[in-house]
Each structure stands twice: as structure tokens, then as C-alpha cells.
């Protein structure tokens, strides 16, 4: 699982040499559920508000995340993938694409088969926080 986590590390810098792996499941995690706020952030992932602050504000000052106020509640600020965001997110998935592509080209059928219902089977666990 470590060599899992720095390879996701280092595909995220190639992908996008400014941003972590955090600022990409940031990234990913707005495009999945617009609209939430960065303390919605902070509890999903069980960080600390001020970490997410300071990765929003990164993500924000490269122009690939805004802010505008929630129609529900003018006072909250809510976040959203810009132009520039959604495109880094495709050009990211098109390179993992590739990379998957080529680290398992020389797979027999059967091993990529048992290899995604793991994979599958690994995911159904449920995300952070959940058992």
C-alpha cells in the first residue's frame, strides 16, 4: 500500500507539476459534489479546516477553483470547479488513462478480470471514516 500511495504521488506531479495529490481528491472531490463548502471538505476527509483552507486557497489563486455565495444562504460560500479546473481534471484523466494503459498492457485477461473485482471489492469498504 505505500508503494501504491507514492506512485499516486508521483502521478499526480507529472500530471500537474503545481498540484499534490491532495489538491487533485480536492479537485475531484468538487467535481463530483459542486456547491460544498470547504468545511464540507474538511469533514469528509478528516482534516483539519485550516489545511483545506490553505489547499482551497491554492487551488483558487491557480484559477482552477471559485467561490460564490450558496442561493440557499447568501452569508455561505460554496466551491466550484472553474473552466481551468474541470480541464486539468481531464488532462489529468487522460494521462492516468495512458499510464494504467501501459503499466498493464502485458496482462492476461484473467489477471485484469480478478485484478478490477478486487479493486471493486476494496472500494465497496466505504470511504474515510466509514467501516
Known sequence: ??????????????????????SFTLLGHLEE???CRARD???????????VSRQVAALERAGLVGRRADPADHRVQVL???????????QAA???????????ADWAGEDLDRFAAYLLRYNERGGYGEH
Do not use: N, Q
Request: glycine fraction near 4%.
Open 33 to 35: 459534489h459542486p456547491g
Open 94 to 104: 487522460e494521462i492516468r488513462t495512458a499510464m494504467f494503459r501501459e503499466r498493464l
Open 1 to 22: 500500500m505505500t508503494a501504491f500511495a507514492r506512485r499516486a504521488r508521483s502521478a499526480a506531479a507529472r500530471m500537474h507539476p503545481e498540484l499534490s495529490l491532495v
Open 80 to 90: 466550484e470547479l472553474t473552466s481551468a479546473g474541470a480541464a486539468a481534471l481531464d
Open 41 to 51: 471538505l474538511a469533514a469528509h476527509y478528516a482534516l483539519d479546516k485550516s489545511t
